[in-house]
């Protein structure tokens, strides 16, 4: 049986630049879309190998605002994972 790749869907960052009307300002959008596509580069990066996981990014929660940055799925492990970009130093 051969091993199949490990696949990325959706994109990073996508509910942020579509409509964020619970930033504060223009800038907090802009650093958590930088946030979540630097997660996403490094979980891309590792999961589209020959046998890697599979990772999905920016998933809906359905009948909520609120979503799921990035999910990793490797065999019967599940992995959500939620984005931050912090100062130097915290």
Not at 21 to 41: C, F, I, L, P, Y
Request: proline share 3%.
């Amino acid at each position: 049986m051969m091993a199949n790749m490990g696949r990325s869907y959706g994109t990073p960052g996508g509910s942020l630049t579509s409509s964020a009307t619970w930033a504060k300002n223009a800038d907090v959008v802009s650093q958590g879309d930088k946030g979540e596509r630097s997660s996403a580069k490094i979980l891309d990066r590792e999961c589209i190998t020959l046998g890697g996981a599979s990772v999905f990014h920016d998933v809906n929660i359905p009948g909520c605002q609120a979503n799921i940055d990035h999910v990793v799925v490797a065999g019967r492990k599940i992995w959500l994972i939620d984005s931050k970009r912090w100062n130097p130093g915290l």
